[in-house]
Each structure stands twice: as structure tokens, then as C-alpha cells.
């Protein structure tokens, strides 16, 4: 199984007609919001390019795509934070209005150790795994508003269930930084130009990227709470080992 890992390559590569290899079932797009920047025949392409057949979107914002071979579910996430990166003046308000870098990280680390526990997660899990059990003609792109936390978490949560590695499943959600960078950048010095304090300014990053203290919360919850994310599936959301497996033969 090979995850993509940003919209923004994976559509420069497709516009200059580089060779791409898509032999997958589960795309992962991060910052997949610049998706929906292109036109409707450009996503077009770029579904067509990647056979993506479905999209599960994890935010709470609802799209609608006309395309009659695509089929969008949405299964909506708690919020790990409320965040606007789209009107600089609000951005701001909301990076002062967090105390301090170290509440910052903390309020995040906690929304992952808990992600798990809350009963809307529960049952949009519920739903993503029915959805990859069910739909599995062509490939799934999984996105969130920034394709860091939400995705990161349920991308996180399937490679756990396949029983990979912790240290693959951490590259994995690592790999995220590697490509969002330029846009905090951007960000940071426009927010330097809006008169923001370089203290608060540093707090950008740690809000839109991936951070070993953010997922290590949410495997400690499994290993705490529940040992293995088989007991987890099985207690929490109510699906046997059997249908684990199931998902592993369709996508490893």
C-alpha cells in the first residue's frame, strides 16, 4: 500500500506528464483544501489520473462534487482546533489569543489522547471502515481542511490495524512537514508584516504541523486503555478481528 502524502506534487507532476506509480487503495492528500482551488475539470484530471473513486471527507465543512463516478462521504471529526488561515487579521486574533506555545502543544496533545474516546469520532470510525470495507472499486483519497491532524490521525489508526509498524506509522505521519513548510512560511511572514510578535508568530507551526507530542497521546491512549487496536475495535466500535483482516487482504 502507498500513501500520497500532498496535492500540490502529485498535480505538478501530472501537469509536466511524469510517470507517477498509483497502485494503491488508499490516497492520502495533505493540504488537499488546495485541491478545491482548481477548477472542476482539473480536479477532474487529477481523480481520473489517480482512479480516485471516492472521497471521505473528515472536516465539518460539507462540498459537493458533479462528477457522476465520484461519491463523497462525509464523516465529520471533532476539531482539534478552530483555525482560519485564509484571512490574515483573524489568524491573528487567534494565534494571540493562545497563552503560550507550551498551552498551545498541551490543548493539542490532549484533543489526540482523546480523540479516540469521543463518541462522534467513535462512530465516524465506525463509518470510514464500513466505507473502506464496502467501496472497494478504485481508489479512496481520505482529506481533511489542512491534511495534518485528522488525516494524519485516521491514516495513523489503518496502518496501526494492519499491524505495521509504530516507527512506519510515525514516518508516515511525519512526512506531512515535508511539504506544508513553504506554506507556513508564507504565512509567518505575512504575519510579521501584520505586526504580530515573533512569540506568537512561532506558535503557527506547531499548530498546522505534524509533532511527535501529538501522536504519541493517541498510541498511548490504545496501549493505556486498551492494550492493542484490535481490543480497542472491538470494544469501542464493535468490529471483530475478522473484518480486520478482512481490510489488511484489501489493502497490504
Sequence with gaps: MYIYNN????????YEDKTIDIDT??????FSNNLFSLDINEQIKLYQRFNI????????????????????????????????IND????????IAYPSLT???KDISNSYANFLLDTKNIKQLKNIIEILKNEID???????KYGIHHTGIIISLLLEMFNLPRELIINTYFQSNHFYHQNVNILMKELRQNGLSLDNILKLPYLLGADLDYIKPLFNTIDNKYQTIEKYCLKRLKIAKNDIDYLKDLYL
Excluded: W
Excluded at 490574515?88 to 494565534?95: E, G, K, M, S, V
Design 7 to 14: 496535492a500540490n506534487y502529485y498535480i505538478q507532476n501530472i
Design 25 to 30: 487503495n488508499i490516497v492520502k492528500i495533505f
Design 53 to 84: 473513486t471516492r472521497i471521505i471527507n473528515l472536516q465539518n465543512e460539507y462540498f459537493s462534487i458533479n462528477i457522476d463516478s465520484l461519491k463523497i462521504f462525509h464523516c465529520p471529526l471533532i476539531n482539534i482546533f478552530n483555525l482560519n
Design 88 to 95: 490574515i487579521n483573524i489568524l491573528t486574533n487567534q494565534l
Design 103 to 105: 498551552i498551545l502543544k
Design 138 to 144: 478504485g481508489n479512496t483519497l481520505i482529506m481533511s
